[in-house]
């Protein structure tokens, strides 16, 4: 009887470890998981930022380097004399 009762004991005892041990080990792969998440969501807004600003560095660059076109100055500089004329047409 003293040797069941111990037994009982003994396999108590390392099913109660052995129920910690398996939260322990849950726990720690949540956490691992999360872990990863966050990582991977840094990763990600850093990429599209990265991503956002070349994008606006290659469309600020053809605005900076663009020459307009002989049509589109004359187009202007008539537009220009036009409305800085005293004179009207109509008034000659």
Avoid: Q
């Avoid at 109660?16 to 966050?38: D, N, P, S």
């Amino acid at each position: 009887m003293v040797l069941n009762e111990r037994f009982n004991r003994l396999f108590a005892y390392f099913a109660l470890r052995f129920r910690f041990f398996e939260a322990i080990v849950g726990l720690v792969g949540i956490l691992f998981f999360a872990i990863i998440k966050l990582f991977y969501s840094i990763v990600i807004n850093r990429l599209m930022t990265n991503s956002l600003f070349f994008s606006w560095l290659r469309v600020s660059s053809h605005d900076m380097m663009s020459v307009p076109s002989e049509v589109s100055f004359d187009d202007s500089l008539v537009r220009m004399v036009v409305f800085s004329d005293s004179v009207k047409p109509c008034d000659s």
